[in-house]
Structure formats: C-alpha cells, structure tokens
Nanobody, 124 residues
Framework: QVQLVESGGGLVQAGGSLRLSCAAS????????MAWFRQAPGKEREFVAA????????TYAESVKGRFTISRDNGKNTVYLQMNSLKPEDTAVYYC?????????????????WGQGTQVTVSS
C-alpha cells in the first residue's frame, strides 16, 4: 500500500553535511506524518525527527536539534532530512517512516510503514 525508499546516505567527515531523501508511493501522502529514525550497531532504533500531516508540527530529538532539519515536498511525495555539523555519533542506518494517521510523534509504534534504510557513516 505504502512504499518508502530512502537515498542520500554515505561517508562524510565530522563537521560535514548530508541530505537524505525518502520517496513515498501510495495514496494521500499529504495526510501522512513522516519521520526519520536511526539505528546504530548494537543499539535500539531511536527517533530523530518528525513532521505531521499538515507540515506545521515538527519534532526533533534533543541530540540533533539545531543541526538537522526535516522537510517535506508534498508535490514530490518526498521527505528530506538535512544533516549539518555531523558527528561520529550520528553514524547509523537511517530509516524513513510513515504514520497514516498523521500524528507525527516520536513513538516508534505509531509508524506502520518503513523504508529499507540508508547508511550514514561519519568519520572523525
């Protein structure tokens, strides 16, 4: 029903920037809340950022506030994560997720659709 495909990951030096993209297919994209989560080796998946269905409500994890920006282009059915001032501790697989109820929370359980993930590696 809903498919999510991430792109834009890669290897970057500390202090650098990357922009992740997540292309969504499926009806009524504008009604979805979209989020990014990440999972580092040996750690649980953690919330990064979310934007609710209207695009006005945005939430960030404390660890990325001021460095990461989530945005969405409803005309392209795409959500982005601009990551600046990257740190080695940002190294993880980044996942895009969709909540069809449009809530935009930081709760993993509310997201029913997930992409396959894209690797981000930040070297020191």
């Amino acid at each position: 029903q809903v498919q999510l495909v991430e792109s834009g990951g890669g290897l970057v030096q500390a202090g650098g920037s990357l922009r992740l993209s997540c292309a969504a297919s499926g009806p009524a994209f504008t009604s979805y809340a979209m989020a990014w989560f990440r999972q580092a080796p040996g750690k649980e998946r953690e919330f990064v950022a979310a934007k609710n269905w209207s695009g006005g409500g945005t939430t960030y994890a404390e660890s990325v506030k001021g460095r990461f920006t989530i945005s969405r282009d409803n005309g392209k059915n795409t959500v982005y994560l601009q990551m600046n001032s990257l740190k080695p501790e940002d190294t993880a697989v980044y996942y895009c997720a969709a909540d069809l109820l449009g809530r935009g929370s930081d709760r993993f359980i509310e997201y029913g659709y997930w992409g396959q993930g894209t690797q981000v590696t930040v070297s020191s």
